[in-house]
């Protein structure tokens, strides 16, 4: 059957004219999604190999309890872009307010690594994955124990010692005030012990989230915030068959970020208590010590850190950082090899020619020392170039 | 074009420090300050200063720096919006009023200068929009600073 291409064309006309005007309306997609992140290229040379493996990241990634004791003398050179990170956001309206659903990964997992001879595997790593919904937070971020805005610009992926940063899976509640804003969060359990032998257990069957409280006052002069934590620290038979013993600690932790002159500006962390171990420093030091007949002993550590950025011009600035960290070990318990005590200085220049792109070179100094007196020293100096997208 | 302008501000300056130095008068509120002291910025340049530290923060994820930026541009929204209200009510005051016409003139011109950059500010800040924001911001500095030149009491 042929047919009229004139009678086709008045047919789709007339069916356009036919639609209702809402459909054939712009239309508007309540959907937003949103796409970023960072290249970070870093080159670091450390006065003692530390990484040993191909597999390890602590020639990569500061890592106190990794400063080699006695010292190794053997330095090293390394490159990496692993702490580049991708992101995305999806905001969608929910009702009268929308509820937004970050994530972000970077290249640090090690667990695939190669050896690094004609292909370096930068495997990527899930940093964070949360949903926001008016005053709630659910998924896997900072902890709420943290105040992000104490943490200092500086190259070193993970931080001063006695830095707060680590992130887990949480649930937090936060009303916002006209002074600041109060937290109130539950966060993932996860106990870690010193055994008697010295090394370091992990029993994985915590079964009461970790418990935070936080307020925060912000003024132009900058925040300060002030948090409260209660753990309960579960041993849950893994020394000793039957004897399940468990325990309830606290701490708190006090910082802030205050501006001075200009840009100018003192960030800072204290924190002490006696089941910090895995928030501070990255476990440098565990939450507890386990007897051979599966008795737990709180750790007390006390740990912090000490920031003063100045603003050399708009775009250059330089940052010293003093962090330190120290625990309390029942060496009647745990060997004399255990950690004690450790400390971390660094300082740097940036320069941002513009505000997406960081160029800047670092000097860090650790240091660290065991319960029978011994330590060790690391130096590392890190260029990093960051570019945001 | 850019001389000409340029000269414009060097002659409204000479001519309004003739005036100034020629009045022994303090310009004062009726609170005993001064005239411009009534106009300040400290709140705005700490505002600033939060957001430019901002964009080099490291550890926030895009989220929480969306949230802390939207905190801060509503602060400058309402501090630009009570710069542009104060500097509009200046000069129904007795004081203001009691000035030589000279001094009115040369005062009122600064006025009408700053009210329209806080109106930019204004409208820059509820749009979002960062770099009009900075250059918003560059020229209420200069404007301040011209003016505290020319008004400010030592």
């Known amino acids: ?389 | 074009m850019r001389y000409y302008k340029s000269f414009l501000k060097l002659a409204l300056i000479l001519s309004t420090s003739t005036v100034l130095f020629a009045n022994d008068d303090a310009i004062k509120l009726e609170t005993g300050k001064t005239l411009l002291e009534a106009i300040h910025n400290d709140e705005i340049r700490s505002i600033m200063r939060q957001l430019n530290t901002l964009a080099y923060e490291r550890e926030y994820t895009e989220l929480e720096l969306r949230k802390l930026n939207k905190r801060q541009v509503k602060l400058l929204v309402k501090e630009a919006a009570a710069l542009a209200d104060t500097t509009a009510n200046l000069t129904n005051i007795t004081s203001f009023k009691n000035l030589d016409d000279e001094t009115q003139l040369a005062f009122n011109a600064m006025v009408n200068q700053l009210q329209n950059i806080s109106e930019e500010l204004r409208n820059a800040t509820e749009n979002n929009h960062q770099d009009e924001i900075d250059t918003a911001y560059i020229k209420l500095q200069e404007t301040c600073n011209t003016c505290h030149t020319l008004f400010r009491e030592e």
């Open chain 1, 1 to 389: 059957m042929n047919i009229n291409p004139l009678f086709t064309r008045s047919i789709f006309i007339i069916a356009l004219l036919l639609i209702p005007p809402t459909v054939i309306a712009e239309h508007t997609n309540p959907i937003h999604l949103s796409l970023g992140g960072r290249l970070k290229i870093d080159g670091i040379y450390n006065t003692d190999s530390v990484g040993g493996i191909r597999t390890s990241k602590s020639d990569l990634a500061f890592s106190p309890g990794s400063i080699p004791v006695p010292e190794t003398d053997r330095n090293s050179f390394d490159a990496n872009l692993r702490e580049s990170r991708v992101w995305a956001t999806l905001t969608l309206p929910l009702g009268d307010d929308s509820l937004a659903t970050y994530v972000e990964f970077d290249f640090f997992d090690t667990k695939k690594d190669s050896l690094g001879r004609t292909h370096v595997a930068n495997e990527p790593r899930m940093r964070h994955l949360y949903s926001t919904f008016k005053n709630l937070t659910i998924g896997k971020t900072y902890t709420t124990f943290a105040n992000l805005s104490a943490y200092p610009e500086i190259n070193d992926a993970n931080g001063p010692v006695g830095n707060l940063i680590i992130r887990h899976e949480l649930i937090s509640y936060n009303t916002s005030l006209s002074w600041g804003e109060t937290f109130l969060a539950l966060e993932k359990g996860e106990s870690t012990f010193t055994s008697s032998t010295g090394s370091s257990l992990q029993i994985n069957d915590d079964q009461i989230p970790d418990i935070i409280a936080k307020v925060k006052f912000s003024e132009t002069w900058g925040n300060i915030s002030a948090a409260f934590m209660l753990r309960e620290i579960n041993a849950d038979n893994r020394i000793m068959h039957g004897v399940n013993d468990r325990k309830w600690g606290a701490a708190f932790s006090a910082s802030g970020k205050i501006y001075f002159l200009k840009q100018d500006n003192l960030r800072f962390t204290i924190s002490y208590g006696n089941v910090l171990g895995k928030y501070v420093s990255f476990n440098a030091f565990n939450d507890a010590v386990i007897d051979n007949n599966g008795q737990i002993n709180l750790t007390e550590i006390i740990g912090g850190h000490l920031a003063y950025q100045h603003w050399w011009t708009s775009t250059l600035r330089s940052s010293l950082v003093i962090g330190a960290g120290y625990a309390d070990q029942d060496t009647r318990i745990v060997p004399v090899t255990v950690n004690k005590l450790f400390t971390s200085t660094h300082l740097n220049l940036l320069w941002s020619p513009i505000r997406k792109l960081t160029l800047g070179t670092e000097w860090l100094h650790g240091y660290r020392k065991l319960e029978n007196g011994n330590d060790g020293h690391l130096d590392r100096i890190q260029f990093s170039v960051v570019y945001k997208f």
